[in-house]
């Protein structure tokens, strides 16, 4: 994914006035642009429901070696698909959508069975630093692979580094840490945690978690925050390039500090999210999420009125920087209220990831039909920033750090409710046999029975 969103610029080369050898020139309008981008964006959708299914029932290690075969085949193929049309390379972004829709599903799987609660924060900043570390790898690759070799061998490395940390992921993980880690760490693994999350029981109350607004104000922040996010590493190489006037190799190497910063940032505030014992966990959960989607709400609102381009660039690391310190506030809620069902929580982050790869083209495709205008990005960053300020009021107000009512939800509690309820209308109908009503007086509490025996008892103590 990070890979095209480089080497649309090498892929065409008229873009800058450097020459790129031995590449295939294929000049994509921005509705063709939009497209690519949202064959990725339908493969996520497509594949995150059935990702966290497959997740729930086996586990990770086996399902997310699926995903990456997916991804080392699709990304292996794009040279050729690009070079047969718009819909096949089209058809093989898709397939790269589904791959990737595995991943987040994948963190909360990992962040449930591994993570203890008092160091979630730390888990998911590291786990979630993904997309900056690709970028940090992929960017000056791409430009000095594109100026040298031409951009298809930049997928063709990809591919066989992916097949190597893929296979490595099967080789190393395991789904239960009892297998391979001492009795004392698992105890600090379990430490708070209800027999339910321990077990991680393949049930989930999917509609109970999805009315809970506390999880939804969470999903909304992430639309926000990680909408920007996917904003700045879909589009900043081509602002660079066309706006600031940056050159492929420069604009290679200048998108590393960014998510650089990111991660820098990310990891310090789910460090010290987890470490910091002086004020409430709602009060840090609240106090980082401010830290991110504030700034950056602003340095948005400035970023299209600058005309300097270094001081653009300056303004791009700034936002990438603030936007690391999420795990500390709404990601960090999100598996704090949720506990053993975290996992459906952050794959469905995941989906929110997907809306967002539809709605940055979106935007841009409404605000700018000529990459090189100032003027029309700035409409697009407005709104960006409009909506990261207003998300985080709202968190403010819905935050907290106790589970959700429906942690207490499980297959048991459930099959047991049912039973009640079934036991309630034979009741009622008359038709239930004396075992049956004995059975339920010995199942409920019955104010009028427990008094009669109250006075019974009193009598005979007399």
């Not at 050898?21 to 990725?40: G, M």
């Not at 080392?72 to 698909?81: C, E, K, N, R, Y």
């Not at 789910?270 to 700034?295: C, H, Q, R, T, W």
């Not at 968190?395 to 459930?414: G, N, Y």
């Amino acid at each position: 994914m990070i890979a095209f969103n480089f080497t649309i610029i090498c892929m065409n080369q008229n873009s800058t006035d450097e020459t790129i050898p031995n590449a295939p020139v294929h000049k994509y309008t921005q509705t063709e642009k939009s497209t690519l981008i949202w064959a990725v964006a339908v493969g996520s959708i497509v594949g995150t429901f059935p990702f966290n299914y497959f997740y729930t029932q086996h586990g990770g290690r086996f399902v997310f070696l699926i995903a990456g075969l997916i991804s080392i085949v699709s990304t292996a193929l794009v040279p050729l698909a690009a070079s047969l049309g718009l819909w096949v390379f089209s058809a093989v972004r898709f397939f790269q959508g589904l791959a990737f829709s595995a991943n987040f599903a994948g963190i909360g799987v990992v962040v449930s069975r591994w993570a203890p609660l008092s160091q979630t924060g730390i888990f998911l900043s590291f786990l979630t630093s993904f997309v900056q570390l690709s970028s940090i790898i992929t960017n000056p690759i791409a430009g000095i692979v594109c100026e040298t070799i031409g951009w298809p061998y930049v997928y063709y490395f990809h591919a066989i580094a992916s097949a190597c940390l893929f296979f490595s992921w099967f080789f190393f993980y395991l789904d239960r840490p009892e297998q391979i880690v001492s009795t004392r760490e698992i105890e600090n693994i379990h430490k708070d945690k209800t027999q339910a999350h321990i077990n991680m029981d393949k049930f989930i109350p999917y509609l109970e978690i999805c009315k809970n607004p506390v999880i939804l104000t969470v999903w909304l922040n992430a639309l926000a925050e990680i909408g920007a996010s996917v904003f700045l590493l879909t589009y900043i190489p081509t602002y660079f390039n066309n706006v600031l006037k940056f050159g492929v190799a420069e604009t290679g190497f200048l998108g590393v500090l960014p998510p650089m910063m990111n991660i820098v940032f990310k990891i310090t505030s789910g460090y010290a999210s987890d470490e910091f014992k002086l004020k409430s966990e709602k009060f840090k959960m609240i106090g980082f999420n401010s830290f991110a989607l504030v700034p950056s709400g602003l340095l948005y609102l400035v970023l299209g009125y600058v005309k300097s381009p270094w001081a653009g660039f300056g303004i791009t690391v700034a936002l990438h920087s603030f936007l690391g310190a999420n795990c500390g506030g709404f990601y960090k809620c999100g598996t704090l209220v949720s506990r053993q069902y975290s996992h459906f929580v952050i794959a469905n982050i995941q989906f929110i990831k997907c809306i967002s790869l539809f709605a940055a083209p979106a935007l841009v495709a409404i605000f700018v039909r000529d990459d090189t205008s100032e003027e029309q990005w700035r409409h697009t960053f407005f709104v960006l920033g409009i909506l990261l300020l207003t998300t985080n009021t709202l968190f403010c107000f819905m935050a907290t750090d106790q589970p959700a009512e429906f942690t207490k939800i499980t297959r048991q509690s459930k099959e047991e409710k049912k039973e009640n309820k079934e036991q309630d209308k034979l009741l009622e109908s008359g038709e239930a046999g004396s075992d049956a009503k004995w059975a339920r007086l010995k199942t409920e509490k019955h104010p009028e029975v427990e008094e009669s025996l109250s006075n019974t008892t009193q009598l005979l103590r007399r």
